[in-house]
Structures are given as C-alpha cells and as structure tokens.
C-alpha cells in the first residue's frame, strides 16, 4: 500500500474499532484493544506529514517517511490480530473494523489483471531521476511502466495481446518504456523542470491489463 493511503486505511481501521465498543470493548481486561486512539492517531499523521515531506522533496527525505510508515503498519498488524480475535471468524465484525475479511479458495486459471489503481511518482535522490511504482497483483504478474516526457499518451499507441508495445509514428517527444516483473522502476537520464507522464499497466499469461490512470509529475 502506498503512502498516499496508508493513513486513510490507518483511519479507516482506527474509526471502525473505537467508534464500536459494542464490538470492540475498551475497557475489556481480557483482550485490550493494541493502543489508545490518540496514539493510533499520532502515527497516522506522522506517516501522512512525512509522506508528503518525502513526496515534495524526493529520496533524501525517504528516512523520516519509512520510520513513520512502517511503524504505523506495525501498529495495523497488532489491530489485525486483534479484530480477528474479537471477531472469531464473524465477517460482519472484521468489516464494522475496517479490514476486509477474505477466505481461501481453488487455484483457478488466470484471468487478465485489472488496472493499476494506486501508481507513485518521486524524484530520486540524483537530479534528472523520477521513481514510480504500483500496488502488487500477487506472483506470476509483470508490470509495464510507460512515460512520456512533456506530453500524456498519444493517440494510436497500442499494447498488444502478447505485451508488445506499438509507438505511433512521427513521434515528436520521447518515450520510456519499462516492462519487468517489478512494479518498482527507476527512470533516469531525465530533463529537469519538465513534467513526465506516467501510465502502468500488468501482464500475465491470460492478457494485458487496462492502462493505469494517468499520474504526472515534474522532475527536480
């Protein structure tokens, strides 16, 4: 989960167990909820101020923003065992707390991924570099990455079946293109002070997903 919702998941999970005490006693001697809700509430917002610090400034502000984070993921697995306590198994509990319940189910055969919902876009830590990346779709799933410098997507351009990419002809600005099975990309080699233009999209063995939505940023 990126840091852009990672406090508003925090939040959500924060107001499902303390605005329910029928469900989640606060007083219970036997199975205390993990922390106050002032202190759930500290590290949402240190995670939401660093992530923005991180998100302006780029890598060199990175340190503050993952301490922030992962400490607020760490207070999320303690309120995860908790409800799944509570709850013992009750889905309507784990959904009042703002966690999805899930279940096993068959192996079944691949289906085409859906579009990337959730794309970031930092400066690195070096001038001219711009790093991008994607929430997961789980294992045996690649993930293309497509910036165009100064301008969105031009008309025409297609991603084959196979996971081919089609560039229109007389292109008249410049176009990267990353397709690994890392959602993680690193472009360099970039001009300052212009905006680049980001688009995701995932490839499995059932097909190519749809483009990601269209996420910008300008690179410092």
């Not at 303390?18 to 205390?32: E, K, M």
């Not at 697995?77 to 189910?105: C, L, M, P, R």
Request: proline fraction near 5%.
């Amino acid at each position: 989960m990126s840091g852009v919702h990672l406090p508003g998941f925090g939040t959500g999970v924060m107001n499902g167990v303390w605005d329910h005490p029928l469900n989640f006693d606060p007083a219970s001697p036997t199975n205390p909820i993990p922390s106050t809700r002032a202190e759930f509430l500290a590290l949402i917002n240190a995670a939401q101020s660093s992530y923005a610090t991180y998100d302006a400034g780029g890598k060199a502000q990175k340190s503050d923003y993952t301490t922030d984070s992962t400490n607020l993921i760490a207070l999320l697995d303690k309120y995860a065992i908790y409800v799944n306590k509570v709850a013992d198994g009750n889905a309507v509990i784990i959904v009042t707390s703002g966690f999805t319940a899930i279940h096993s189910v068959p192996a079944t055969k691949a289906t085409i991924p859906g579009q990337a919902m959730d794309v970031t876009v930092l400066n690195g830590l070096v001038s001219g570099t711009l790093e991008s990346e994607c929430e997961t779709f789980g294992t045996n799933h690649h993930y293309g990455c497509i910036v165009c410098e100064g301008n969105t997507l031009p008309a025409g351009l297609q991603i084959l079946p196979t996971g081919i990419l089609v560039m229109p002809a007389n292109l008249t600005f410049r176009i990267f293109h990353n397709f690994t099975n890392s959602r993680k990309k690193e472009f360099t080699g970039l001009t300052k002070g212009v905006e680049y233009y980001f688009y995701y999209y995932v490839f499995n063995t059932a097909g190519v997903g749809a483009l990601s939505v269209v996420v910008s940023k300008m690179c410092a």
